[in-house]
């Protein structure tokens, strides 16, 4: 089995996701860089190529299911195997005045698209992928999650959450409830799968609103990628530690 690891990252051309991909490529790990759009992936992979990282580009959109089965077919005849995948991809579907998504008001196709790319995106990835990282003597999933996803916060009327995003919130809930669930599956079979908060980062998603940087936001997810054999499964965390479900 070849020494050199490789990692997928969903949505990796910008943001977070780039910063999973270069922390993981500095960290020695092969890295491929799943993206929708040709350009973006294309200048993703030749700025982490001339950062030293070993990149290629993954042509990936996480809610298009030919999409995702040829993605683990490249990856198959690149690398033969997967070590970790970071479930990265996300978005806040469409927000009213002031970040707010209403309950009252919510357009149900923003729902459903929320859904589709934060919640069933990672199903389709995960299971497409699980052959790959079934291959790997420690294979690591990370599913990039939000704590405004915790139903535990958002339940404290002493923890600030932000505003009301009746879409997005409940998505990472949702994604939340089916980590501990592929936790549950993969017990005992070496595969550790943990949901991982970056902290309100500054990005296009957050109209660079946020105090930390992308490259902050991208430690804890690294660090789960990485986790060695016997670490934490079926676990929520942000830099500080554990994020109540
Ligand atoms: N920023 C924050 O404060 C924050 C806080 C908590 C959690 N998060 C989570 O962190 C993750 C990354 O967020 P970010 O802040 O880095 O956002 P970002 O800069 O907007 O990046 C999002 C990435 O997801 C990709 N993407 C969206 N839909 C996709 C699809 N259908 N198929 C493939 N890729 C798709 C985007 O690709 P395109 O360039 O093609 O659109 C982009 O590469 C998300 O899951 C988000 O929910 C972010």
């Not at 960290?27 to 700025?47: H, S, W």
């Not at 990149?55 to 999409?67: C, E, H, K, N, Y």
């Not at 409830?177 to 550790?192: D, E, I, K, N, S």
Request: net charge negative.
């Amino acid at each position: 089995m070849s020494e050199t690891k490789t990692a997928l990252v969903t949505g990796a051309n910008k943001g977070i996701g780039y910063e999973i991909a270069a922390g993981l490529g500095r960290l020695g790990y092969r890295v491929g860089v799943g993206a929708r759009d040709a350009t973006r992936r294309e200048a993703a992979v030749e700025k982490l190529r001339a950062d030293g990282v070993d990149a290629f580009g993954v042509p990936l959109d996480v809610t298009d299911d030919r999409s995702v089965t040829a993605a683990a077919d490249l990856v198959d005849r690149l690398a033969g195997r997967l070590d970790a995948l970071v479930n990265n991809a996300g978005i806040p579907g469409g927000m009213g005045p002031g970040w707010l998504q209403e309950p009252t008001a919510l357009d149900l196709d923003v729902v459903r698209t929320v859904v589709d790319t934060n919640v069933l995106g990672v199903v389709r990835v995960t299971n497409a992928m699980l052959p790959l990282l079934r291959r790997s003597a420690s294979p690591r999933i990370v599913n990039v999650s939000s704590s405004v996803g915790s139903l535990a916060r958002q339940a404290d009327p002493d923890v600030e959450v932000g505003p009301v995003m009746a879409a997005y919130a409940p998505s990472k809930s949702f994604l939340n409830a089916l980590t501990l669930q592929y936790a549950r599956q993969f017990a005992g079979t070496g595969v550790l799968i943990n949901a991982a908060c970056p902290g309100l980062v500054a990005t296009d998603f957050t109209g660079f609103f946020g105090s930390r940087t992308a490259a902050q936001g991208a430690a804890t997810p690294i660090r789960l990628a990485t986790l060695p054999d016997g670490g934490p499964t079926g676990c929520f965390f942000e830099d500080d530690g554990v994020v109540p479900w």
